[in-house]
Structure formats: structure tokens, C-alpha cells
């Protein structure tokens, strides 16, 4: 199972409606396109705006495309801008403030998928934003465990051969193996358990000219944004041409597949839930197509000689 949603077709609803002002999502990957593992949205929060202080009964990340919000997480305020990523724990008090002008906009991640609306309820709002000040993003002070912040070419094959900045994440031990199994791609890790994510990851994807992932499948749900470039795409066998703005999901054992036609680079924000497990979290199919002509030929009858 897949669902492709272009971003002619993104529409901005109202959210948390009594609670917040000048804030709306559009819900990206839901109950509705068949995913059971995460909700994936696009927010929006205008100037002078804000959500309300608030827990949840999942875990939620997050990834500033543009502007400047603020983020109040367990008693302490950070200026966030873009390439900012975080995540917010289960349970952990936060709220959200606009920007001093313009409109900020980032992606948000939740999982385990937040109930349907007139369900049990698992998001609990506390009271209007409070009053804290705001500190400077420090990535590197042990009390911004939960945040990291991405520049733009953090991601740049011959950077990434020299070594990674003394701020940067580690990539995961699972991760490798991905890197591994590719050609022409190039990854990095944002959220995972590094930042305390227990539920889900999410990380940078770029293709080369000419980069490829064969087709295969995962025993996880995934969800692509792209934010610059183009790709094509195929899931259960459709093919797709995938530009800036577009989402695509697929779903556990969903055969996908992607191959960078273009002449540029492209480059997606992708999540994964559950996480990645530390083995056989890729099956490509080429693998056991190549076994079964193996042993199809191994029990194919041979010509006896006389």
C-alpha cells in the first residue's frame, strides 16, 4: 500500500481550534491514506500566533522549513530557524510561538498515530504559552539532548568523507547498512534514539545524478517529502515523477523503488515508524530473485553424458 500527495493538492485547516490562534496543518499521512504507525503533517503559524501549552501520549519530532518559531519544551525557550529538528517526548509540557513576523512553517512527525478525532483523547492542553526566556539553539549544550540543527550542505558526499562536524549526530549502527546497500545517496541522521526517539526516526535524504534504490520493501510504514529536485518514484509498481512540495508514503511491504533521472540532486526529508530494526530491515527484491533462478537452475534436470 502507498498514497502520493501532490503539493498542488495541500490544503491549511484550522488546528487545535480553542487552543491555539493563527495556527493550521495540513495532515500529510493518516489513518485515511491507510497508515497505522505515524501521522505526518504540515504546519503553519503566522506571526503572532501560538499553540498552547500541551502533552501528548506519543512522541513528536520536527523540521523548520521557514521562518523563525519558538519553541517552549519542558520550561525553556529556544528560537528555532531553519533546519532546526527536534523532538518532543511523551508526556514532556511544550507550546508553540510565532514568529515576530511572516509565517513559519515546519513538518511534524507524531508516533505511535495520534487517535482519530472523537477517539480516546492523548493530546492535553495545559494553559496559555508561559512566560520563559528565550535562549539561543546550542546544539551542543547537554540540555538541547533533544534538538540538532542541519545546515545545507551537512549533507555533501565529499563533506561527509572528510568527517562529520564536532556538533553533528552520529549515524545510527542500522543506518550503515542502508548507506551500504545504496549507491549515489547520501544520509543524514536528525532524530533517532541519539535524541531520545523511541518510536520513530526521521533523517535527510539526497540522491546523486544517476542514484538508485532498487526495489524493496520494509517491515516499517516511510514517508518522503521532497524539498528541492525531483525523482522518480514506484510503489507497488506505479511509477511517479515526485517534485518539490510532494509527499509519498508507503506502507509495510510496500515494493518501492527510486531512481534520480535528473541532472541535479534531489534531496527529501524521510520518517520512519517503527524504527529501522538492526537487521533484515531491508529486503530487496533482486536478492531473492537471484536465489530463486539459482536454485530453479540447481534443480533444473542436467544432460547426462553416456
Same mark, same amino acid.
Given at each position: 500500500?502507498?498514497?502520493?500527495?501532490?503539493?498542488?493538492?495541500?490544503?491549511?485547516?484550522?488546528?487545535?481550534?480553542?487552543?491555539?490562534?493563527?495556527?493550521?496543518?495540513?495532515?500529510?499521512? /493518516?489513518?485515511?491514506?491507510?497508515?497505522?504507525?505515524?501521522?505526518?503533517? *504540515?504546519?503553519?503559524?503566522?506571526?503572532?500566533?501560538?499553540? +498552547?501549552?500541551?502533552?501528548?501520549?506519543?512522541?513528536?519530532?520536527?523540521?523548520?522549513?521557514?521562518?523563525?518559531?519558538?519553541?517552549? *519544551?519542558?520550561?525553556?525557550?529556544?528560537?528555532?530557524?531553519?533546519?532546526?529538528?527536534?523532538?518532543?517526548?511523551?508526556?514532556?509540557?511544550?507550546?508553540?510561538?510565532?514568529?515576530?513576523?511572516?509565517?513559519?512553517?515546519?513538518? /511534524?512527525?507524531?508516533?505511535?498515530?495520534?487517535?482519530?478525532?472523537?477517539?480516546?483523547?492523548?493530546?492535553?492542553?495545559?494553559?496559555?504559552?508561559?512566560?520563559?526566556?528565550?535562549?539561543?539553539?546550542?546544539?551542543?549544550?547537554?540540555?538541547?539532548?533533544?534538538?540538532?540543527?542541519?545546515?545545507? +550542505? +551537512?549533507?555533501?558526499?565529499?563533506?561527509?568523507?572528510?568527517?562529520?562536524?564536532?556538533?553533528?549526530? =552520529?549515524?545510527?549502527?542500522?543506518?550503515?547498512?542502508?548507506?551500504?546497500?545504496?549507491?549515489?545517496?547520501?544520509?543524514?541522521?536528525?532524530? +533517532?534514539?541519539?535524541? /531520545?526517539?523511541?518510536?520513530?526516526?526521521?533523517?535527510?535524504?539526497?540522491?546523486?545524478?544517476?542514484?538508485?534504490?532498487?526495489?524493496?520493501?520494509?517491515?516499517?510504514?516511510?514517508?518522503?517529502?521532497?524539498?528541492?529536485?525531483?525523482?522518480?518514484?514506484?510503489?507497488?509498481?506505479?511509477?511517479?515523477?515526485?517534485?518539490?512540495?510532494?509527499?509519498?508514503?508507503?506502507?509495510?511491504?510496500?515494493?518501492?523503488?527510486?531512481?534520480?533521472?535528473?541532472?541535479?540532486?534531489?534531496?527529501?526529508?524521510?520518517?520512519?515508524?517503527?524504527?529501522?530494526?538492526?537487521?533484515?530491515?531491508?529486503?530487496?527484491?533482486?536478492?531473492?530473485?537471484?536465489?530463486?533462478?539459482?536454485?530453479?537452475?540447481?534443480?533444473?534436470?542436467?544432460?547426462? =553424458?553416456?
Amino acid at each position: 500500500m502507498h498514497h502520493v500527495l501532490a503539493a498542488k493538492d495541500i490544503r491549511f485547516k484550522p488546528a487545535y481550534t480553542g487552543h491555539s490562534a493563527s495556527f493550521s496543518r495540513c495532515s500529510l499521512v /493518516d489513518g485515511a491514506v491507510g497508515s497505522v504507525h505515524m501521522g505526518v503533517g *504540515l504546519c503553519s503559524l503566522k506571526a503572532g500566533g501560538r499553540i +498552547d501549552s500541551h502533552l501528548h501520549s506519543f512522541e513528536e519530532s520536527f523540521f523548520v522549513l521557514e521562518g523563525t518559531p519558538a519553541l517552549i *519544551l519542558d520550561g525553556r525557550g529556544y528560537p528555532l530557524a531553519p533546519g532546526a529538528c527536534g523532538l518532543i517526548p511523551v508526556g514532556v509540557q511544550h507550546a508553540w510561538v510565532g514568529p515576530a513576523k511572516g509565517t513559519a512553517r515546519w513538518i /511534524d512527525m507524531m508516533a505511535p498515530q495520534p487517535r482519530a478525532e472523537g477517539a480516546e483523547q492523548d493530546t492535553y492542553f495545559l494553559g496559555p504559552p508561559p512566560q520563559v526566556e528565550m535562549s539561543e539553539l546550542d546544539i551542543r549544550d547537554p540540555r538541547s539532548r533533544h534538538f540538532f540543527r542541519m545546515a545545507d +550542505d +551537512d549533507i555533501v558526499v565529499d563533506k561527509l568523507k572528510i568527517g562529520a562536524r564536532v556538533d553533528a549526530p =552520529k549515524v545510527s549502527a542500522s543506518m550503515n547498512t542502508a548507506l551500504l546497500a545504496y549507491s549515489g545517496i547520501a544520509l543524514k541522521m536528525l532524530v +533517532d534514539k541519539r535524541l /531520545d526517539a523511541q518510536l520513530h526516526t526521521m533523517f535527510m535524504v539526497e540522491y546523486q545524478p544517476g542514484g538508485v534504490a532498487h526495489p524493496h520493501d520494509h517491515p516499517m510504514e516511510e514517508s518522503y517529502i521532497i524539498l528541492d529536485g525531483e525523482v522518480e518514484a514506484v510503489g507497488d509498481g506505479k511509477r511517479y515523477t515526485l517534485r518539490k512540495g510532494d509527499v509519498f508514503w508507503t506502507g509495510v511491504g510496500c515494493v518501492h523503488a527510486f531512481y534520480n533521472t535528473s541532472k541535479q540532486t534531489v534531496r527529501w526529508l524521510e520518517t520512519q515508524s517503527p524504527p529501522l530494526p538492526d537487521r533484515h530491515g531491508y529486503r530487496f527484491c533482486r536478492d531473492w530473485e537471484y536465489l530463486k533462478e539459482k536454485l530453479s537452475a540447481k534443480s533444473s534436470p542436467g544432460t547426462r =553424458k553416456n
